[in-house]
């Protein structure tokens, strides 16, 4: 686990770039080793957080021994001594016992190929001096970031959005209207989207390879299976399920440094410790944060899971004081503008247990995978069948629903589900995005992420699976690598191992969520329940108190930062607009912290990472 960058000039001769100062912004990334390397076409830059093989046979840069071929790898390759094996059986020799050395000579030998045959969290580079190009990559859900940008003069890559900003080659790059308007409205950019002009983040499952002479090369080496016709129901699909997380637990916790645990009061993480005791791990200590709101406070459904399974559990009690607290150090973890404040909590959990800990695994991936928000699907897979009918008639039924006292009748006015999805993951609600922002476009021209028309029952529910993957995890996964690499810490998330998401692709909806008591993600619960009798329903943790902090300690910021400007970075506020609403918020009738706070974020992201 560690932190790359690099560029690819097409002419050769230096960029003017001061590549030290670029490495030096990700040493929190890796620090216990850091690399260097160039040619006259190509930069490569590392920084190594050393989890398999500590030795210096693991360094990186990794080249060749013919000379030919470099990289750079961010990640986990946790198939690498099954790779390994088959490449002894071809010939190959190593020299270290890590994946970094397995990856270089896997893409030596089957170049893009190789890519569909690893399991694992990953960005990498790949360099051929020979042929002057440079392949970028990323792994199938996207758990490890990548960034790049095109420019005339060549392309610059990173595991950091601030290091694209940094070279001076960014200076040419104005804000990107489409990326700036797809944060307002959901509080993060989603790839393949980035704040300047001509950047991007490589999706999940992407590569692409530019070549010194300007050509570039784009495809997939993995993507969701969609539409899919489901083959996993009832027993059949918790038997596939739990076997499929049993292995992949025991296949990522390899590792030459101990491994601890992050254990929720919820079902995902649970299950995870659970499956790390069967698979013959039995000594793990795990953590969680535990609070003095009861509302939001999960430490005693947390002990209860860890009293049943045997665990060594660490609890840590925090304020909301040491909460806000951490602050700074979220602002300068978000190298991209970030907008979901329970970050705050993340980087809570990661700064305490990486005191003792590199490694953690963690549940992350098991609400998306399996219908685990069912107050986001339940109702628009219960009435899906209603979007067949003609747009004035469904109007009609939703005032007729409002009389009758059906408070989600509104969803009903919405033209499709996919605007409807769209709407319910907007952070400015009510309409308040388009009177705070007037000029604000709907979306980005080419984004498509809420694109859907379809109103058959089971498409619908394969649909919001497939967008809750493809979008909703990724501010997921970007929360967690930036809270946990903040503090040199890798984070792990077996739910997402491609076993696991393949498996998943298979089960039917109607084996996870019930319409009718609204709780989804069944199959994890029947695994669960044959490890422990304590089971939690309702979904908590510790949350920021991002409403109270707007009212009180970060109002003065709020004011300074956000409420005295015109604009956001090009975009034109509508002020009294602006105005009306905080004070809504400031009177306490109203909670509209979920679109205030990613005004304040971009307002200290822009302070702190802009330098333009």
């Given at each position: 686990m560690c932190g790359i960058a690099g560029e690819l000039r097409y002419r050769s001769g230096p960029s003017g770039a001061d590549w030290a100062e670029i490495s030096k912004l990700m040493r929190r990334r890796g620090p216990d080793d850091d690399g260097l390397w160039d040619d006259a076409h190509c930069t490569l830059a590392f920084r190594r957080l050393a989890i398999l093989d500590l030795s210096p046979r693991g360094h990186q840069p990794m080249i060749d021994p013919t000379g030919r071929y470099v990289?750079?790898?961010?990640?986990?390759?946790?198939?690498?001594?099954?790779?390994?094996?088959?490449?002894?059986?071809?010939?190959?020799?190593?020299?270290?016992?890590?994946?970094?050395?397995?990856?270089?000579?896997?893409?030596?030998?089957?170049?893009?190929?190789?890519?569909?045959?690893?399991?694992?969290?990953?960005?990498?580079?790949?360099?051929?001096?020979?042929?002057?190009?440079?392949?970028?990559?990323?792994?199938?859900?996207?758990?490890?970031?990548?960034?790049?940008?095109?420019?005339?003069?060549?392309?610059?890559?990173?595991?950091?959005?601030d290091q694209i900003l940094r070279h001076p080659w960014s200076t040419d790059h104005e804000i990107d209207d489409g990326a700036l308007n797809l944060y307002l409205r959901h509080g993060y950019v989603p790839a393949p989207f980035a704040m300047l002009s001509r950047t991007s983040m490589l999706d999940q499952g992407c590569w692409i390879r530019f070549s010194a002479s300007g050509e570039i090369q784009t495809g997939n080496h993995w993507g969701f299976p969609y539409p899919v016709q489901p083959t996993l129901t009832g027993a059949e699909a918790v038997e596939a399920v739990d076997a499929a997380i049993r292995d992949a637990v025991n296949r990522q916790m390899v590792s030459d440094v101990p491994v601890g645990a992050f254990l929720s009061g919820g079902i995902d993480s649970p299950l995870v410790v659970a499956k790390i005791l069967e698979t013959g791990h039995s000594q793990i200590r795990t953590y969680t944060i535990a609070t003095d709101d009861t509302t939001s406070d999960e430490s005693d459904d947390a002990r209860q899971y860890a009293a049943e399974l045997g665990v060594d559990h660490v609890v840590e009690t925090i304020t909301s004081n040491q909460a806000l607290s951490l602050l700074p150090d979220v602002i300068e973890s978000q190298s991209e503008p970030f907008g979901d404040y329970s970050i705050f909590p993340t980087m809570l959990v990661s700064k305490f247990s990486s005191q003792e800990f590199k490694v953690m695994m963690s549940g992350d991936g098991g609400d998306e995978l399996f219908w685990g928000y069912p107050d986001r699907s339940a109702e628009l897979i219960q009435f899906a069948s209603v979007f067949s009918k003609p747009y004035a008639m469904r109007r009609m039924r939703s005032r007729l629903r409002e009389m009758l006292?059906?408070?989600?009748?509104?969803?009903?006015?919405?033209?499709?589900?996919?605007?409807?999805?769209?709407?319910?993951?907007?952070?400015?609600?009510?309409?308040?995005?388009?009177?705070?922002?007037?000029?604000?476009?709907?979306?980005?021209?080419?984004?498509?992420?809420?694109d859907y028309s379809g109103f058959d029952q089971d498409e619908t529910a394969q649909w919001l699976r497939l967008n809750e993957y493809r979008h909703h995890l990724t501010m997921v996964l970007l929360k967690v690598d930036r809270a946990s690499m903040h503090y040199s810490q890798e984070v792990r998330v077996p739910l997402l191992d491609k076993e696991v998401v393949q498996t998943a692709a298979k089960v039917d909806w109607k084996s996870c969520l019930s319409l009718d008591s609204k709780v989804g993600k069944q199959p994890l619960r029947d695994a669960l329940a044959r490890h422990v009798r304590h089971q939690t329903r309702a979904k908590r943790g510790f949350e920021s108190p991002m409403a109270e902090w707007l009212r009180d300690p970060l109002r003065e910021q709020f004011e300074d930062l956000v409420m005295k400007r015109d604009d956001f970075l090009g975009q034109r506020i509508d002020k009294g607009a602006l105005r009306t609403l905080y004070d809504r918020h400031l009177s306490g009738t109203e909670d509209h912290a979920m679109g205030l706070w990613p005004l304040l974020s971009l307002a200290l992201w822009q302070d702190h990472h802009l330098r333009r």
């Open positions: 990289l750079v790898f961010n990640g986990e390759i946790y198939n690498f001594r099954e790779l390994r094996a088959d490449l002894k059986a071809r010939g190959e020799t190593f020299s270290s016992t890590g994946d970094s050395e397995v990856l270089l000579k896997a893409l030596i030998y089957w170049d893009i190929a190789a890519l569909e045959r690893l399991n694992g969290i990953f960005a990498l580079a790949f360099y051929d001096t020979v042929k002057k190009t440079l392949l970028l990559a990323r792994d199938h859900a996207g758990i490890k970031p990548l960034y790049f940008m095109r420019d005339d003069r060549g392309i610059v890559f990173g595991s950091q959005y006292g059906h408070n989600k009748a509104s969803s009903l006015n919405q033209r499709s589900i996919g605007d409807w999805y769209r709407v319910r993951h907007t952070c400015l609600k009510h309409g308040w995005l388009q009177r705070v922002f007037p000029e604000i476009d709907d979306q980005h021209q080419t984004f498509e992420g809420f």
